[in-house]
C-alpha cells in the first residue's frame, strides 16, 4: 500500500506537467488578403509582393514569411499565418510601398480571411511613340495620370517620354479637314512605350 500512494502522487505530477499546449491564440490559421493598387488605384497584376512578420524584418528587407506574385486582378492571399501584425513590401524599378499604407496594423484575427488595400507608388515612367504617316499635322492630346499635347508633322514620328504610369485617353486631331478626332485608349507602362500610329 506505500508503494501505491507514492504511485499515484507520481502519475498525477506527471499529467499535469505535460505540455499539452492548445493555445488557439497562437495557431497560425489567420489568411491574409491583399489587393494591389498603385498609385492611381489601378489594379496591379505579376507583382512580388514580400510579407514580414516584425517590422525589424520589414525594414531590413530579410526573412520573409512569404512571397507571392499578384494575379490578374492585384490579388495576392498569404495562408496558415499566425494572428500576428504582417508588413508587407515590393522590390520593383515601378512601384514603391507607401509607407502610410505597409501594414495590417493590428495582428490577424485567426479563423477568418482578413482583407486589406494597398496602394503602391508609381515610381517608374513610359512613353508614347507616335508615328504620323499621314500628309496632314496632327495635335496628340493625352489625358490621364499626366496631361499634354503635341503637334505630330507629316509624315513623321515623335516620341513623348517620361509620362507616368496608367491609364490614358489620346485624342489625335487633323490640323487641316474637319475629320472627326480619333480616341485611343491606351496604357503606359514602366520601361515601355506605346505605339500610336496615324495613317
Not at 506527471?14 to 494591389?36: P, R, Y
Not at 517608374?124 to 499626366?146: F, H, L, M, R, W
Request: proline share 4%; aromatic share 10%.
Amino acid at each position: 500500500m506505500k508503494h501505491l500512494k507514492l504511485i499515484l502522487p507520481l502519475v498525477f505530477i506527471l499529467f499535469s506537467c505535460s505540455n499539452d499546449s492548445d493555445d488557439s491564440d497562437q495557431e497560425a490559421n489567420a489568411t491574409l488578403e491583399l489587393n494591389v493598387f498603385d498609385s492611381n488605384n489601378e489594379q496591379l497584376s505579376n507583382v512580388a509582393v514580400f510579407l514580414y512578420d516584425n517590422l525589424a524584418d520589414y525594414n531590413n528587407a530579410t526573412n520573409p514569411v512569404g512571397e507571392l506574385n499578384t494575379d490578374f486582378n492585384g490579388k495576392v492571399v498569404f495562408e496558415n499565418l499566425a494572428p500576428v501584425t504582417y508588413y508587407w513590401s515590393i522590390n520593383s524599378a515601378c512601384y514603391a510601398t507607401d509607407v502610410t499604407n505597409f501594414s495590417t496594423v493590428n495582428p490577424l484575427i485567426n479563423n477568418s480571411i482578413n482583407s486589406f488595400s494597398t496602394n503602391l507608388l508609381n515610381i517608374g515612367s513610359g512613353s508614347i511613340q507616335v508615328v504620323n504617316g499621314s500628309a496632314y499635322d496632327y495635335t496628340v492630346s493625352y489625358v490621364g495620370p499626366e496631361n499634354g499635347s503635341t503637334i505630330v508633322g507629316a509624315n513623321s514620328s515623335l516620341s513623348i517620354d517620361n509620362l507616368e504610369i496608367g491609364s490614358y485617353i489620346l485624342t489625335c486631331t487633323n490640323n487641316i479637314s474637319s475629320s472627326i478626332p480619333l480616341v485611343v485608349p491606351a496604357r503606359i507602362n514602366c520601361g515601355q512605350y506605346t505605339l500610336l500610329s496615324i495613317n
